[in-house]
Each structure stands twice: as structure tokens, then as C-alpha cells.
């Protein structure tokens, strides 16, 4: 039976090679870094968010909690609940249009952690947000996969798509060809680096703080402020952070962190919560995260590459929806047309209509 090829072990590549290979697929890994799930994966801040505006993001978080469900008896989400400051009404209301049905819903002040600043701005809260546990949701997924016969191959790079008759017909690896029927990019903010059209993929650098502070049991939930733009939650005893910079840069494998950032976060701070002013920075690293030009997942064929299915896109909520678009994205490759396809489509950043392999 000839094979699908997936190229990245993230939570997108695990989850759609698991969802194949339980469909009876032929189905070949390669993840590039020794351990899967090394990537923008293992970088993420863990937060599972429903308080989105876009009504597809929520379904395929709902899913993805469903996945996680089916992974492990306890699930891969320990709901904490989730404040989101946000002074823009507009934006609220998108909010409340695409989640209410989960239960967000307006805050009020005196529900918000008590040393933040400004406490009396509009703010919403989601009851079912939370922390997402990454390893049982990588390795879940990986076990999966392999039980239903994937073989995943780690330290692995596929160097390069194979083309013949003008269509993708495998990958090379290591100087050979494997071949394959179709080859799924998965490889996140890798992807402009691996395939050879532009699906609007932009990796962009993102910092993360693990702050001590007297003050974090304060802090039982998350917290992300749509407006002053940072998010908290708890973290082994202390608060996880970012400041919620955004700066566009090359993918690269060790992602360098910048004094900038921690400034950033610092002068933020300053006003937003006080007491936390006097926090120390217990660790501090930086991920990329892969977004799309008008935020919105990328799931579907290549038109401008026949046989190759690009997969990726999920900027700041891959592991609260990756998961559930690897399920989707193996539906599509068993010729299901799930209603979500359209308005994932990469076809939308087709500039130029071609059917031949570059
Ligand atoms: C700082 C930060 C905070 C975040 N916080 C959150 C959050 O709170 N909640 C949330 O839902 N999401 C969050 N995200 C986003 C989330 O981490 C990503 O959207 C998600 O990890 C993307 O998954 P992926 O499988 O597409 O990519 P990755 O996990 O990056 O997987 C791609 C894999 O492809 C491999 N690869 C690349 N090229 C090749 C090749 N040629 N051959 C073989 N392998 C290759 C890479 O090594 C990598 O492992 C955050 C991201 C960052 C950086």
C-alpha cells in the first residue's frame, strides 16, 4: 500500500499520523530532533484557551480536549478557569459571539487576582481554560501512532521533496528517496525552510518567564490581558509569564532569548500588577511560533504543489487545537470534506495558480 509520508513530530505531525494510521494508513515520521514534540511544541506556554474570536478555533480546542480525553483517564487539561482583561468592546463581544456556548462570560471586578492593577476594566472569564499537560499529549499521541502501526523515526531530517511527473513524489532523506503518495508538512515554523511555495507561515519569536514571587499564590488561574497584551498562569510554584512580544525572525533551531524582553515584561508589570514588580526570574527561554497572515490555521492541499498537504499555521494555539487539525487534516486525506476545510485552506495565499511541481 503506498505510504503518506509526514515531515515534523510536533503535536500537528503526532496527531495526524495517530489518525491516519487508525484508518488503516501506511504512514512514515521524521522528526528531525532527537525527542518529538522538540520543536515550537516544547516551548509553548501550555495554556488551553477557549476565549478566542474565531468560532473554528473553539471547536477544534472542544476536539482536542476530546483527544486528550481519549489519551489518558485524567485528560490533558487541568481547567483553572481564565481572566481576559479587554478593554475593546468589539473585541469582547467577538469573544463572547464564538465561546459564550462554553460558558465565557462577562467578569466581574472583584473576581480578578487582587494584586492587579486597574481591576474595574471590562474583563472576560472562561470556566473551562486551563493548563495543558504537553507530555501526555505528545507521547499519547506518539504511543498511539505506533500502536496503530506509524513508524516514527526522531533524529531524522527530510531534506527535501522528491518531485516526479510534476507532482510531489516523496521526500529525500539522508541523499535517498522515500517514496510517498502524499507528504504532510508539519514542520511548523520550519515550513518556509522545507516546502517550496509560500503558505504565509512566519515563524515569530515569543519569550516566556518563570517568575518567583511571595505573591503567585494570588494567582490561581490564568490571566491574559487582551489589551496591555500578557498572559500568566501558575507554575510550580510560581507564575509562568510572557510579555507577549512578537518579532519576526528566520526559523532556527536554538531560539535566542533577548535582555529586551525581560525589560518588556518589567515595564509592563510596573502598572499592571505592582507586587510583582519584585519578582525573580527563575528561568527564561524563547519558542517560535508559526503564524499565518490573518491568524488562521493553515490545512489542506498545496494548489500550487500537487501531493503536498501543509499542515501548520497555529501560531499561539497549536496545543490547545493542533491535535484536533491533525484529525481533520486526516480526513481530508481520506477524501472526507469536513466543513471546516474551506476556511482553512491554503489556496488563500495562492498568489500564483500553477499545477506544476516547482
Ligand atoms: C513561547 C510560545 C508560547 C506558546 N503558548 C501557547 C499556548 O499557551 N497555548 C497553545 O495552544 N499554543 C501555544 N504556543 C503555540 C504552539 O506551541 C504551536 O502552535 C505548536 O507547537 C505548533 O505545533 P506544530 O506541530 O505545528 O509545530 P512544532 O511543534 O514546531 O513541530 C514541528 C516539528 O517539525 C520538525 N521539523 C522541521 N523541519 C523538519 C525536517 N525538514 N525534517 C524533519 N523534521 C522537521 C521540527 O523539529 C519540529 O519538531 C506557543 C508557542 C510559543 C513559541
Known sequence: ????????????????????????????????????????????????????????????????????????????????????????????????????????????????????GHRDRPALFSPQDGAIDVHTLIHGLAREARLAGAKLLTGTAAEALDYSAGRVAGVRVASEVVPAEVVVDATGAWSPDFAPTDVGIRPHRRHLFVLDTPHASAFAQVVWDLSTHLYLRPESGGLLVSPCDEEPMP????????????SLLFQKLATWAPALQDARVRTVWAGLRPLTADHRFVVGFDPRVPGLFRLGGFGGHGMTAGAAAGELAAAMLCGESPPEARELDPARFARVPSSCAP
Open 251 to 262: 526559523a532556527t533551531d536554538h531560539v535566542p532569548t533577548s535582555s529586551e524582553a525581560g
Open 1 to 116: 500500500m503506498s505510504q503518506v509520508v509526514v515531515v515534523g513530530g510536533g503535536v500537528a505531525g503526532l496527531s495526524v499520523a495517530s489518525a491516519l494510521a487508525r484508518r488503516g494508513r501506511a504512514v512514515l515520521l521524521y522528526e528531525r530532533e532527537t525527542q518529538l514534540g522538540a520543536g515550537s511544541s516544547a516551548k509553548s506556554a501550555a495554556i488551553f484557551r477557549l476565549a478566542v474570536e474565531e468560532p473554528v478555533n473553539v471547536q477544534l480546542a472542544l476536539r482536542g480536549r476530546e483527544i486528550g480525553r481519549r489519551l489518558s483517564p485524567e485528560g490533558t487539561i487541568r481547567a483553572l478557569g481564565g481572566f481576559y482583561p479587554c478593554a475593546a468592546d468589539d473585541e469582547r463581544q467577538r469573544i463572547l459571539e464564538a465561546a459564550a456556548f462554553t460558558g465565557v462570560r462577562e467578569a466581574r471586578p472583584d473576581e480578578l487576582p487582587a494584586p492587579l
